[in-house]
């Protein structure tokens, strides 16, 4: 009789997991463009070809009652997996989230200014310190962290929490400076508010840096923005802020505006400009301040589009060697 039972349940559970698969919906997406880069008289370019590529696979179905949907993205010639998000809809109590990668909380609203394709700071060097974010917010960042998205009378909480540092496996061990972190993210557009053609948001967040060599204490992020939409023209403007706990980093703080003209529906240019304010603890401040222009043109599933940024006084250094500059003109195709 016990031999009975267990190959019935064997046989049970191989049913299941066949109508679990068959419940599920999959699908696939993916897109190639080819671009042309050229860097600055200071850097060496190369082969300025180049082809950017991206494979995206989602599945939803339903789990006892609830939604459960799976998504991963690999790029950059499919050498790994370069964001994945596991997702459980919850109807009127919100979306609950584990997210690997492909953006939740603070994050979402780093950078609103209006563009036609890339942001202004896209393409230049960045910094290579832990402790330096370039000017854009996002305590708890995108990797390996829980995120909740609830939206009330048109106003959308999205709100992330990391347990200790950002790295972490399978297994849930983790490597790398820092504790916990959270941060969150309110937006809305002119249907809240009354106010047609606008979209505003606020966000903050804290990173504890424990005993980090960096200082201990918090980490202090915040941000603003609102984009203006009319006729063709859309405008934007954004301030955010970086505090370092007592002296043991840099501030930063970014002012950024930015202006996009949809020409008609298939052409738009955009232009923008941002500053960044490294308040230096033990020396004197730098400001560094960007601009970039954008362009794109769309014919169905082809985007023709080109970017040219700019920056001086980049990453807190100053002097000829702290300029940078790329231009950038790519060729997509979405299947």
Do not use: C
Not at 78 to 95: H, K, P, W
Not at 240 to 247: A, T, V
Not at 268 to 279: A, K, L, P, T
Request: net charge negative.
């Amino acid at each position: 009789m016990n031999n009975f039972k267990k190959v019935g349940l064997t046989a049970l559970a191989g049913s299941l997991a066949a109508v679990s698969a068959h419940a599920a919906e999959m699908g696939v997406s993916g897109a190639t463009a080819l671009t042309y880069t050229s860097e600055d008289s200071t850097e060496v370019t190369g082969n300025p070809l180049g082809m950017k590529t991206n494979l995206s696979f989602t599945a939803s179905g339903d789990v006892n009652g609830y939604t459960v949907s799976y998504m991963q993205t690999s790029a950059d010639q499919f050498a790994g997996m370069s964001s994945a998000r596991l997702s459980v809809d919850m109807g009127d109590m919100g979306v609950l989230a584990f997210d690997q990668g492909s953006g939740s909380g603070l994050a979402t609203i780093d950078d609103k200014t209006p563009t036609a394709n890339e942001e202004i700071w896209d393409g230049l060097d960045a910094s290579a310190s832990t402790a330096d974010n370039n000017g854009l917010v996002g305590a708890a960042g995108s990797s390996g962290v829980i995120n909740y998205i609830k939206s009330y009378e048109g106003i959308k909480l999205n709100a992330a929490y990391r347990a200790g540092s950002a790295a972490s496996n399978a297994d849930g061990a983790s490597s790398g400076v820092g504790e916990g972190a959270w941060d969150f993210a309110l937006t809305t557009d002119g249907t809240s508010i009354g106010i047609d053609g606008i979209a505003v948001g606020v966000g903050y967040g804290k990173a504890s840096l424990g005993d980090s060599g960096t200082g201990s204490g918090d980490e202090k992020h915040s941000t603003a923005f609102v984009n203006y939409s009319i006729g063709m023209i859309t405008a934007g403007y954004q301030l955010s802020d970086i505090s370092m706990p007592g002296n043991a980093g840099v501030d930063e703080a970014t002012d950024a505006w930015g202006i996009a003209l949809n020409i008609n529906e298939n052409l738009s240019i955009s232009y923008g400009e941002r500053e960044v304010e490294y308040n230096n603890p033990t020396s004197a401040n730098v400001t560094e301040s960007g601009d970039g222009i954008a362009v794109a043109y769309t014919m169905g599933s082809m985007k023709i589009a080109g970017n040219r940024n700019e920056v001086s006084d980049n990453d807190n250094a100053t002097g000829g060697a702290a300029k940078d500059a790329m231009t950038e003109v790519a060729v997509s195709f979405a299947f």
